[in-house]
């Protein structure tokens, strides 16, 4: 709002305020337009309007400005009347040098890529560098050279790894010397059921199973009893427990035949449909001689024309492969 203008009442000085009114009314029409600090007409700065007058040289870098290397003319002072400059600054970027030709005679080699890393250690590579799968080497040496290959500090577990060219062979021996600890047999008939030698109620031993409380390895039953253990086939069959007559824990006196699979009694077969049989002949501080015998026993009761290949190792040692 202006200025407070008060009125005097009264004909001759209301006629000289109205005078008054006029001629300020008139020297407001009579000043020049002040522009406005937003811009003109549109909404548009006038900032705005000038940057799109100006040619396209004022747009370029200016000296003190340096985005990249190179090198910038700086140009000549420009008169404070002309708007533009003509000769504004100009970017020149610095040449990039030429590459060196390969010298004459030498060809370039090809990239090799990076052989992978092994993801053995290196106690493991010093092991398997003392044994060649090309030289299948006599059992006795092959029992010799465990002792210097094997890596962990325990007694380690000795197998027997067979290739074997049908996977339905099959075979069931006693092995002459217990490989490792010896199994604990259960057997149960209608008379009573026995754990390793301890005798246990029936009731009980069929509770401890569907409660999966198993602290057997072998399982021997008589035809008179399975159907009581059919409907325990899911718990004992993916444990490999299940009574079955081929592999012969179905049989008329469980107890006796208990002292057999004690004593040692293995069932040989691929493993899951593969030409591949894994058993334990023995521990590594067992004699060489007992394991030998063992590994003999094997070969005979398969028989040599069906084992392609046959290795042997412990638990965390490289393969010696034997010869048959």
């Not at 008054?20 to 309007?49: D, F, I, M």
């Not at 910038?72 to 400059?85: A, D």
């Not at 390895?217 to 444990?239: D, E, H």
Request: hydrophobic residues 35%; glycine residues 6%.
């Amino acid at each position: 709002m202006g200025k407070m203008r008060p009125k005097v009442l009264g004909t001759e000085d209301e006629a000289k305020q109205k005078e008054k009114e006029k001629v300020r009314h008139e020297q407001k029409k009579l000043r020049a337009p002040r522009p406005r600090q937003g811009g003109a007409e549109g909404g548009q700065s006038s900032g705005l309007k000038e940057h799109i007058a100006k040619p396209v040289e004022e747009s370029r870098v200016k000296p003190k400005e340096k985005k990249e290397a190179g090198v910038v003319i700086p140009s000549s002072p420009s008169s404070p009347s002309s708007p533009v400059s003509p000769l504004s600054p100009v970017f020149v970027p610095s040449p990039t040098p030429p590459k060196s030709p390969a010298p004459a005679g030498r060809p370039e080699l090809p990239k090799v890529p990076k052989p992978p890393k092994s993801s053995r250690s290196a106690a493991y590579r010093r092991a398997k560098a003392l044994t060649d799968r090309t030289k299948p080497l006599p059992v006795n040496e092959a029992l010799a050279l465990l002792p210097k290959i094997h890596l962990a500090r325990f007694n380690e577990t000795v197998e027997l790894v067979l290739n074997v060219v049908d996977k339905n062979v099959k075979a069931t021996l006693t092995l002459p010397h217990i490989a490792g600890k010896k199994a604990r047999v259960a057997t149960f008939s209608e008379k009573r059921a026995v754990i390793d030698g301890k005798e246990i109620a029936t009731g009980d031993f069929l509770k401890n199973i569907e409660e999966g409380k198993i602290d057997f390895a072998v399982l021997l039953a008589s035809p008179a009893v399975i159907p009581s253990l059919a409907r325990f086939a899911k718990i004992l069959g993916p444990r490999g427990l299940m009574p079955n007559p081929k592999a012969g824990t179905i049989c008329p006196n469980p107890e006796k035949e208990a002292e057999k699979f004690s004593a040692g009694q293995i069932t040989l077969k691929p493993v899951s449909e593969s030409f591949v049989i894994q058993t334990v002949v023995g521990k590594l501080s067992s004699p060489a001689k007992d394991i030998e015998e063992n590994i003999v026993a094997i070969f005979t009761a398969l028989g040599p024309i069906k084992i392609a290949s046959a290795f042997l190792k412990s638990t965390m040692s490289p393969a010696v492969r034997l010869k048959i």
